[in-house]
């Protein structure tokens, strides 16, 4: 029997090597005061990302609140994403204040479920085009410049184990900005027990390779450069 560690998974060989890579995926950051909260979508932890960005509004670290997504590609229509039975990525089904079939997109449904939280409708923007994390930051700077916001800090609620690639490419989608990242708490995917069993070991991983392939471009190099020179808004190297 494997000896199980402190972070709800056993103990394995190269574990001083593997566990910065994680902690390097799952980045949690500090909220602080911000033009405004973004949410990204997704069919899984829907209504916990909702719940911390209802809690970052309520706090008052920033007045408007924007949901970002249309529905994967992957499926034809946001019911059919959200239907029983699809894969969650070992998250438990979540319990709904209202019925996802009723809603065209994440982002409709996610103002539904943050106006049950508590929300105003007037304080809730929504972006409903964008079907990948590329798309959710340049269709978000493109509502946020619409509405006259073109500068500032941004907070951005995602997934814990999407929250660096969420951080990197907000950061360089959206250049004029301060990105900080503040996840969804009480997934069952995250950083403590990131090596509970093989699914989760290897969805972090996997994760891990997808910030390398997106950034594994032209453009992300000299959006790099311009960071390195001091006119972006990177994060300190770790």
């Known amino acids: 029997t494997k000896k199980q560690d402190g ?15 994680a902690r390097w995926v799952f980045l949690s950051q500090e909220p602080c005061a911000a033009e ?28 408007r ?9 992957l499926f034809a229509s946001f019911p ?16 709904f204040p209202v019925p996802p079939e009723e809603y065209g997109s994440e982002a409709s449904f996610m103002k539904a479920l ?21 798309e959710n930051a340049d269709f978000s700077r493109e509502l946020l410049k619409k509405n006259g916001i073109e500068k500032g800090t941004l907070i951005v609620v995602c997934k814990p184990v999407h929250a660096r690639r969420v ?11 301060r990105i ?17 069993d093989y699914d989760q070991y290897h969805r972090t991983l996997k994760e891990a390779e997808k910030c390398i392939a997106y950034f594994n471009r032209r453009d ?19």
């Open 7 to 21: 972070n709800g998974g056993c103990g394995m060989r190269n574990q001083e090597s593997l566990d910065p890579l």
């Open 80 to 95: 059919a994403q959200m239907a029983p039975g699809v894969s969650k990525h070992g998250e438990p089904e979540e319990i």
């Open 167 to 177: 951080y990197m490419t907000f950061t360089a989608r959206l250049p004029s900005f």
């Open 180 to 196: 900080v990242v503040c996840p969804a708490k009480d997934t069952a995917h995250r950083l403590e027990n990131w090596r509970a």
């Open 36 to 63: 405004g909260i973004i949410v990204t979508g997704g069919n899984v932890a829907l209504m916990n990302m909702c719940r911390r960005a209802a809690e970052l509004y309520r706090e008052g670290w920033a007045g």
């Open 114 to 134: 943050l106006e049950c939280l508590g929300v105003p409708k007037s304080a809730i923007w929504c972006e409903e085009k964008s079907v990948n994390t590329f």
């Open 65 to 73: 609140v924007l949901v970002t997504g249309r529905f994967s590609p």
């Open 220 to 238: 992300m190099y000299i959006s790099a450069l311009e960071d390195d020179h001091g006119t972006g808004t990177a994060e300190p190297v770790l």
